[in-house]
């Protein structure tokens, strides 16, 4: 995967990701099936991705240019992502009322709504820095979107992740599991106590953390999310 220096390559890169997640939804949809890993599996990408990346452009690159005629539009796009992708969560809890069709007309209308909102978003940002090209979120913030495909499974190898990057990267993954869920962690590298000192800073006692295998070739643990008190 190309890393993104540019916010146009950003944006390339989260529609291609978030169009690839959707045909798996519309795929299992047009054979008249729920698609439920399909649709967890867009809905995860969108709220960690690319939500985010909308609230790391408003806080980024919109207050340089507040009377830029446009951004008005650009933050109502953000807030119309963000009620569709709440519909596809109500969605994915089993709403009474969704049906494959339903769910088959959001998704595509999510995907359209996303593309063209890319489009104005991408033109007015260049007009405003022209000639210079507008830098992707993720120099400014220092979390690759690479991490993400990295760390989303049950298992996160250490040593598929970034030299450098390998803490920060699994502690960002770990801060989202939920009360009671818990992946495994491995690494042939090292040890892995330096993940479990930063997560007990972060939140003391709010995770279980259990040597499967302790060296002194390969590291394997797993970490729970405790239940909240």
Same mark, same amino acid.
């Given at each position: 995967?190309?890393?993104?220096?540019?916010? =146009?390559?950003?944006?390339?890169?989260?529609?291609?990701?978030? =169009?690839?997640?959707? *045909?798996?939804?519309?795929?299992?949809? =047009?054979?008249?099936?729920?698609?439920?890993?399909?649709?967890?599996?867009?809905?995860?990408?969108?709220?960690?991705?690319?939500?985010?990346?909308?609230? *790391?452009?408003?806080?980024?690159?919109?207050?340089?240019?507040?009377?830029?005629?446009?951004?008005?539009?650009?933050?109502?796009?953000?807030?119309?992502?963000?009620?569709?992708?709440?519909?596809?969560?109500?969605?994915?809890?089993?709403?009474?009322?969704?049906?494959?069709?339903?769910?088959?007309?959001?998704?595509?209308?999510?995907?359209?709504?996303?593309?063209?909102?890319?489009?104005?978003?991408?033109?007015?940002?260049?007009?405003?820095?022209?000639?210079?090209?507008?830098?992707?979120?993720?120099?400014?913030?220092?979390?690759?979107?690479?991490?993400?495909?990295?760390?989303?499974? %049950?298992?996160?190898?250490?040593?598929?992740?970034?030299?450098?990057?390998?803490?920060?990267?699994?502690?960002?993954?770990?801060?989202?599991?939920?009360?009671?869920?818990?992946?495994?962690?491995?690494? %042939?590298?090292?040890?892995?106590?330096?993940?479990?000192?930063?997560?007990?800073?972060?939140?003391?006692?709010?995770?279980?953390?259990?040597?499967?295998?302790?060296?002194?070739?390969?590291?394997? =643990?797993?970490?729970?999310?405790?239940?909240?008190?």
């Amino acid at each position: 995967m190309t890393v993104p220096l540019t916010l =146009a390559e950003e944006h390339a890169l989260l529609l291609g990701q978030v =169009a690839v997640r959707a *045909d798996d939804v519309l795929a299992v949809a =047009a054979a008249d099936r729920w698609p439920v890993r399909e649709l967890a599996a867009l809905l995860g990408y969108l709220r960690v991705e690319v939500l985010r990346q909308a609230a *790391d452009e408003e806080a980024l690159l919109f207050p340089a240019r507040p009377a830029l005629p446009g951004f008005a539009r650009l933050r109502h796009g953000h807030r119309r992502l963000r009620r569709r992708v709440e519909a596809l969560a109500d969605a994915a809890h089993g709403g009474a009322e969704w049906t494959v069709g339903r769910l088959t007309m959001t998704v595509s209308e999510l995907l359209g709504s996303l593309e063209r909102h890319i489009a104005v978003e991408d033109a007015l940002l260049h007009a405003a820095c022209a000639p210079h090209a507008v830098p992707a979120t993720a120099t400014l913030t220092g979390r690759p979107h690479e991490w993400y495909p990295l760390t989303e499974s %049950t298992v996160i190898d250490f040593d598929a992740l970034p030299p450098g990057q390998v803490i920060d990267a699994a502690v960002e993954r770990l801060a989202r599991l939920r009360p009671g869920e818990c992946v495994e962690v491995r690494s %042939t590298g090292d040890d892995l106590d330096s993940v479990w000192r930063r997560l007990d800073r972060l939140e003391p006692g709010a995770y279980g953390f259990v040597y499967l295998q302790e060296g002194p070739l390969r590291w394997v =643990a797993r970490v729970t999310r405790r239940p909240a008190a």
